[in-house]
């Protein structure tokens, strides 16, 4: 099926045209600055991209735009809007109510505005995106699939807070967790891998700008590093993953912030960046580490440090571990990173195979031949789980 995948922000909103059985990307493209100016670019395998200023006022012009861009005589891959047999929407925050992706429907947009004080960046941009679908394409089914949904098989001891029940209770406050699409197409892929054993332990570890880690076993996850929001886990790109919230009352105290700014100095200005002081780039702190700058150094050993103890956490979690997979910017292309987290983790089975390890960007099993834990290099495809999921959902 002829899927439009749709991941609509605030002020942007990315597409691609895609085939759900087999993930044939016909078209993809962004569309920016919409509430402000607008621009579009659009690419086509082995075509030079297109790059028009087209005013955006609302998502309604950016869809549009998109639309006729796809069936542009010259520019286009499509004769009709009508050969888009679905369009899918990456949906941040699906809160408790979903564990897995749904037709968009009037209670479906009722659940998914209940779960914006969850996700309130997000959640009103994706709906504005699901909204601008709706009026240009009233007669194409729309899917939701939401980056909380894998992980909503968590036990009550992984996602509840130690705090007073009646917040879990009345206010929905526990552990949610994100990149759930990820983690769920990397961990199939892994799963197959491994031969679909009858009983499998698998750690998935997407490392990216943001970034997370999550436990999954016999393909169902029982733990991950982000929470309520995705601030939660290990330092990421700026983000700074578990604090000690004693750290908010001081800073808050000390400079006079309001929660607004200790949230964005959280968000914004930490992780990677803050303690290098560098960049939230991981290349960038690579270089400028090898050139002796002692806090870029510090702030890639903390994040390798931070991960092994992930690791640790949910091979015991998990009461052992089958495989461990690498995806995401840093998880795919960092050699050196991964080389980093594996090493010294022998006791627990994990041997990298230097050689094989040496490898960016492709699926790949890295682990000795003597490992007992396998390790892998699994590119995500976001975009091919949505396609398929709409696919199943329209078929
Ligand atoms: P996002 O979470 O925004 O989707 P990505 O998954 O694209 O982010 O990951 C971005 C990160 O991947 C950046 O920190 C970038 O430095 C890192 N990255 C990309 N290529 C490499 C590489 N060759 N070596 C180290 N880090 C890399």
Known sequence: MKILVINAGSSSLKYQFMESDGGEVFAKG?????????RLTHKVPGREDVVREIPMPTHNEAIQSVLDIMVDPEKGVIASTDEIAAVGHRVLHGGA????????DDACIAAIEKCIPLGPLHNPANLMGIRACQKIMPNTPQVAVFDTAFHMTMPPKAYIYA???????KDDVRRYGFHGTTHRYVSARAIDMLGNPEHSR???????????????VDGKVVDTSMGLGPLAGFPMGTRCGDIDATILEYLMGRYGYDIKEMLNILNKKSGV???SGVSSDFRDLDNAAAEGNERAQLALDKFIYEVRKYIGAYATAMGGVDAILFTAGIGENSIDLREK???????????MDHDKNNVRGKEALVSADDSKVK???????????????????CK
Request: charged share 15%.
């Open 273 to 275: 960046l803050g303690i």
């Open 163 to 169: 705090i007073p029940y009646e917040y879990y209770e």
């Open 341 to 351: 987290i594996c090493t010294g983790l022998e006791y627990m089975g994990i041997k």
């Open 97 to 104: 109510a979903f564990t897995e992706s749904c037709i968009i």
């Open 375 to 393: 390790i892998y290099v699994i590119p995500t495809n976001e975009e091919l789980m949505i396609a398929m999921d709409t696919a199943a959902l």
């Open 202 to 216: 698998v750690i998935s570890c997407h490392l990216g700008n943001g970034s997370s880690l999550a436990a999954i």
């Open 30 to 38: 962004l569309c920016e600055r919409i509430g402000i100016d607008g």
